[in-house]
């Protein structure tokens, strides 16, 4: 019977996934942070291939309600309370080796430009590493930062604040 149910959850993903490729992309460019080691920024550059309709469905598949891992102000430490998340992608990523993520760090508009590029490169690229260290190949992985260029929310509070300060991770469109 689980087989079964195994079967049909990955019929209805691939159905998805196709219906998916048919759908415009975003043609947003991300503005790349280079520097650190080549690991660590292995694949930065656009989202163009990953679409938020595909996340919803991925996070749904994967059993957790979002692709989203939030961080404390000038933090790049992953919370306890997210390695659920990252342990549910990872079980997928290692369980379809043909599958890639996009992981996009982002901060609050708080600090200059430039450190907010570091800050939200940092945040993508510890993900990363967690998930390696979960046994995912870095080469299903690429990192990008937005700074504070994505918002998730409109506001200058804390409330706004904590909900930019996150690492989203989308899954790459297949098609």
Same mark, same amino acid.
């Given at each position: 019977?689980?087989? #079964?149910?195994?079967?049909?959850?990955?019929?209805?993903?691939?159905?998805?996934?196709? !219906?998916c490729?048919?759908?415009?992309?975003?043609?947003?460019v !991300? &503005?790349?942070?280079?520097?650190?080691?080549?690991?660590?920024?292995?694949?930065?550059?656009?989202?163009? @291939?990953f679409? @938020?309709?595909?996340?919803?469905?991925?996070?749904?598949?994967l059993?957790? +309600?979002? #692709?989203?891992?939030?961080?404390?102000?000038?933090?790049?430490?992953?919370?306890?309370?997210?390695?659920?998340?990252?342990?549910?992608?990872?079980?997928?990523?290692?369980?379809?080796?043909? !599958?890639?993520?996009?992981?996009?760090? %982002?901060?609050?508009p708080?600090?200059?430009? +430039?450190? %907010?590029?570091?800050?939200?490169?940092?945040?993508?690229?510890?993900?990363?590493?967690?998930?390696?260290?979960?046994?995912? #190949?870095? %080469?299903?992985?690429? &990192?990008?930062?937005?700074?504070? +260029?994505?918002p998730?929310?409109?506001? #200058?509070?804390?409330? !706004?604040?904590?909900?930019?300060?996150?690492?989203?991770?989308?899954?790459?469109?297949?098609?």
């Open positions: 019977m689980k087989q #079964n149910l195994k079967l049909l959850a990955m019929a209805v993903l691939a159905v998805a996934l196709v !219906a490729s048919s759908k415009p992309k975003d043609t947003a !991300a &503005t790349p942070m280079t520097g650190g080691s080549p690991a660590a920024t292995a694949g930065v550059g656009s989202d163009a @291939d679409d @938020d309709s595909q996340d919803a469905r991925m996070a749904k598949i059993g957790i +309600e979002k #692709n989203t891992v939030y961080f404390d102000f000038d933090s790049d430490v992953i919370k306890a309370d997210y390695l659920p998340i990252l342990q549910a992608n990872a079980d997928y990523l290692k369980k379809h080796s043909d !599958a890639r993520i996009l992981i996009a760090g %982002n901060t609050d708080r600090g200059s430009r +430039e450190y %907010n590029i570091g800050l939200a490169q940092r945040r993508a690229d510890v993900v990363r590493q967690r998930l390696v260290m979960m046994g995912v #190949n870095a %080469n299903q992985m690429r &990192t990008v930062s937005y700074g504070a +260029e994505k998730a929310v409109p506001g #200058n509070d804390e409330s !706004a604040y904590s909900q930019d300060r996150r690492d989203d991770i989308s899954y790459d469109v297949v098609g």
